[in-house]
């Protein structure tokens, strides 16, 4: 057998292996594919035959209860580390608004407090925090609500311009929008029950 047969034989052995082994890989794709999606539908299936049984308990446990992403994150913290990554200290090329709640009078409204401000004001984040609701809130128009890590719900109320979005994470001092014109609302809820404005922002 002289060299070019060889090469040929080689040649020959390499593109049955590589036609073998390509329906092999695309196969086993498409199997665990496949798979992947029927216990998908298997567990949705159960969690809405589970359900259907008990309307009560999917009404209470779901549409009339806040998921406390604070728990969520100091259960992720502790054996995961942290959720949001630490940026380096002092980056040049970060924008930075750091601003302080500032008013000109406070009074008692609804759930919360009602602070005159200046026209348009620039709202600062009061407490870090992931963003769970956004839309209007009867008394309170536009609302944004910040849950923060020590699971303490911050409403915002009156705010347009807003750039943050559902679920978004926002650090303290950042720049949250601004109000509609000079008045903003604050609502500070915890486990069902609101907070006094002033016991809140000095607790700490």
Known sequence: MNQEEVIKKLKYRRSKYLENSQPTN???????LITRS????????LGIIMLKGNKDLLVDKVFTKNISFAKISTFYNKYFG???????????????????????????????????????????????????????????????????????????????????????????????????????YLVFQKEDKFLKFDEYLTQD
Request: charged content about 25%.
């Open 26 to 32: 695309s196969h086993n794709y498409f199997k665990n």
């Open 82 to 184: 942290s959720l949001v990554p630490k940026l380096p200290l002092n980056n040049p090329t970060e924008t930075v608004f750091k601003e302080e709640l500032t008013y000109q009078s406070k009074d008692d409204y609804l759930n919360g407090v009602k602070l005159t401000v200046e026209d348009n004001y620039l709202v600062p984040v009061l407490k870090s925090g992931i963003i769970v609701f956004t839309g209007s809130k009867e008394g309170y128009e536009n609302t944004i609500i910040i849950q923060g890590t020590d699971g303490t719900d911050i409403w915002y109320g009156n705010i347009k311009n807003s750039d943050y979005k559902l679920y978004d994470y926002v650090k303290e001092g950042s720049l949250l929008g601004e109000t509609k014109d000079n008045t903003l």
């Open 38 to 45: 029927l216990l998908s539908i298997i567990v949705l299936l």
